[in-house]
C-alpha cells in the first residue's frame, strides 16, 4: 500500500496541523528536488499549521519527470524524515498541493506561473541551472537553457525564459508581478537572478527589463540545511516508519536555518513559525554558510572522496582529515566581519557535530559534483579575503588542489569517474594537456571565467597549490591529509 493521505498512520509519525485541502496554492517552486522537499516545504507546512494562508505549493521539476511521477500518485504527500545524533524522527509534510514536470506538463506550469493566486516563485535549481555568466553577471549564452531560450523565448525551457516570460504575461494581464525568492548558494542570490533575468529580458523583450528591474521584488537568501539524496535505503526507512511505500520520501538533518531579506510586496507565509529569520540584509549570514559550511565541505568531499572515504561521516571519523576540516573552518571564520550575535566559533564546532551525525548518508561524491560552479564563493571569494587580511593561504591552497587532483577524473587505483560539472569536458582537456604538476595547476587556474584575476597571478598561491597538488599526486591522498595536518597541529 501506498502513501495517499494522513489517515492510518502511526502515532509517532508527525503530520500537517491543518487540513491541506482547506488551504489554496500561492507558491511555485522551480526545482522540484530532495532539499525543496526538505527545507522550504517544510517550513511552509509550519507556516501553514501556525496561521494558515493560501500558500500551499505548485512544485515543478524542469527536467526530469521523476518528481512528479513520485507525489502524484501520492496527493502530493512525502515522508521527511530528520535525523540527528540522537535518532531519527518521521514527518509527513502537506505543504505540496501539485507536482509537475514542464516537459510533459507545460500548459500546466505556465497557467501557474500567469495565476493571479500565485505571489512568490522560489528557485532551487542549483548553481549551474541559472545560465549566469561570472563575468557579467548576465545570461550566460553558452548556456542550454539560456541559448535555446534567446532564440524561443516564447517556448521557453530555462529559469530565465520561464519567468521574464511569465512576468511578461501577467503585467500584459493586469496582474501584479510574483516574488522571486532563490534559495540555492549564490552570493547575494536576490541580486544575481534580478541581473540575469533584467539582460535576458533586454535580449527577448526590451520594454519589460526596466519593469522587471524596478517593481520585481528579490529578496535575498540563506539557507541551510544538510539534504543528501535520496537512496533505497532512505525509502526502506520511510515504510519501516510508516507502515506505507513512499516513494516520494526525503531525509535530512534535524537542523535547519534560514535567514531571509523581508520584501514580499503581495504577501508571504509565516515562515516564522518554521525559525525563519526575517532580517535587512542576509549578505553576512550568507558569507558565513557559504566559506564555512559550504567551503569545508567541498574540500573534505574532494580530498575525502579521492582518500576512499564514501560518506561525510567517515570523513570525520579519519582524525588527520577531521583535523583539517577543523582548520578550513577557522581559517573561513577569520575571513569574516563579525556578526551580531553570532559566534563563528561555536558555529565552526557546531558544524563538525552535524558533519559527524552517523545517521545523515551525505555521500562526499554528491558534495564534489559541479566545482566549477561552487568554487568562487566558497573557496576563492575567501583566499582573496585571507590574502588581504595578510592570513594564511595554505587551508585554500589545499582545498584547490584537492579539487584539482579530483579533477583528473581517476581514483588512486586507476578507475575513471565523471567529475559531473557542467566544464567537465574542458577541465578534462585541460589535465590531458599538462605533462607535469605546475602545467596542471596553470592550466586549471587559466580557464575561462573561474579563477578571479588576482588569484591566477598570485605567485604565492600558484606555489602552494603546485605543492600540495605534487604530494597528493606522488604520495596519495591519505599521505597528502596526513602531512597537511602534522603540519597543521605542529
Not at 606522488?474 to 597528502?480: H, I, L, S, T, V
Request: with cysteine.
Amino acid at each position: 500500500m501506498r502513501l495517499t493521505g494522513l489517515d492510518g498512520l502511526p502515532d509517532a509519525v508527525s503530520r500537517p496541523d491543518y487540513t491541506p485541502a482547506d488551504h489554496g496554492t500561492g507558491i511555485v517552486h522551480l526545482g522540484l528536488g530532495a532539499f525543496h522537499k526538505a527545507h522550504q516545504a517544510a517550513a511552509t507546512d509550519a507556516a501553514l499549521a501556525a496561521e494558515g494562508g493560501n500558500w500551499r505549493i505548485c512544485g515543478v521539476s524542469l527536467r526530469s519527470p521523476e518528481p512528479a511521477a513520485q507525489l502524484g500518485p501520492q496527493n502530493g504527500f512525502y515522508t521527511l524524515i530528520e535525523r540527528s545524533a540522537e535518532g531519527s524522527r518521521a514527518r509527513v509534510i502537506g505543504s505540496i498541493a501539485q507536482a509537475l514536470c514542464l516537459g510533459p506538463d507545460r500548459a500546466e506550469v505556465l497557467a501557474a506561473l500567469t495565476a493571479p493566486t500565485t505571489r512568490i516563485v522560489n528557485l532551487t535549481v542549483t548553481e549551474k541551472g541559472y545560465g549566469l555568466s561570472r563575468a557579467t553577471g548576465g545570461v550566460d549564452e553558452a548556456h542550454p537553457g539560456i541559448a535555446h531560450d534567446l532564440t524561443a523565448p516564447e517556448a521557453p525551457i530555462g529559469v530565465a525564459g520561464l519567468l521574464v516570460w511569465a512576468l511578461k504575461a501577467r503585467r500584459a494581464a493586469g496582474t501584479p508581478p510574483f516574488t522571486v525568492l532563490c534559495c540555492d548558494n549564490l552570493p547575494e542570490n536576490g541580486h544575481l537572478v534580478r541581473g540575469l533575468l533584467v539582460d535576458f529580458a533586454r535580449r527577448t523583450a526590451p520594454e519589460q527589463a526596466d519593469f522587471i528591474a524596478s517593481e520585481v521584488a528579490f529578496p535575498s537568501t540563506m539557507v541551510d540545511r544538510i539534504t543528501p539524496a535520496a537512496t533505497p535505503e532512505t525509502l526502506a526507512a520511510a515504510e519501516a516508519m510508516l507502515g506505507v511505500r513512499d516513494e516520494a520520501a526525503v531525509e535530512t538533518e534535524a537542523f535547519t536555518q534560514w535567514v531571509i531579506e523581508d520584501h514580499f510586496p503581495t504577501g508571504r507565509p509565516s515562515w516564522e513559525a518554521a525559525g525563519a529569520m526575517f532580517v535587512t540584509d542576509v549578505k553576512p549570514y550568507e558569507e558565513m554558510k557559504l566559506r564555512m559550511l559550504n567551503g569545508a565541505h567541498s574540500m573534505l568531499a574532494y580530498a575525502g572522496f579521492l582518500a576512499g572515504h564514501r560518506h561525510v561521516s567517515d570523513v570525520m571519523q579519519d582524525a588527520p582529515l577531521a583535523a583539517l576540516v577543523r582548520r578550513h573552518l577557522a581559517a573561513a571564520a577569520a575571513t569574516l566581519p563579525p556578526l551580531a550575535g553570532v559566534d563563528l566559533a561555536a558555529y565552526a564546532e557546531a558544524l563538525t557535530v552535524r558533519f559527524a551525525n552517523p545517521h545523515l548518508r551525505h555521500q562526499t561524491y554528491q558534495i564534489a559534483m559541479d566545482g566549477t560552479e561552487k568554487l568562487p564563493q566558497r573557496i576563492f571569494s575567501p583566499t582573496e579575503a585571507a590574502i588581504s587580511k595578510g592570513h594564511s593561504i595554505e587551508p585554500f591552497a589545499f582545498a584547490i588542489a584537492a579539487w584539482m587532483r579530483y579533477a583528473m577524473g581517476k581514483t588512486e587505483a586507476g578507475e575513471t569517474y565523471a567529475l559531473r560539472d557542467p566544464r567537465e569536458a574542458e577541465l578534462r582537456q585541460l589535465v590531458a594537456a599538462a605533462d607535469d604538476t605546475a602545467t596542471i595547476v596553470s592550466n586549471l587556474m587559466g580557464l575561462p571565467g573561474l579563477f578571479p584575476t588576482s588569484l591566477a597571478a598570485c605567485p604565492d598561491l600558484h606555489r602552494s597549490v603546485t605543492s600540495k597538488l605534487e604530494t597528493m599526486r606522488q604520495n596519495g591522498m591519505a599521505d597528502a591529509i596526513g602531512i597537511e595536518s602534522r603540519e597543521y597541529i605542529s
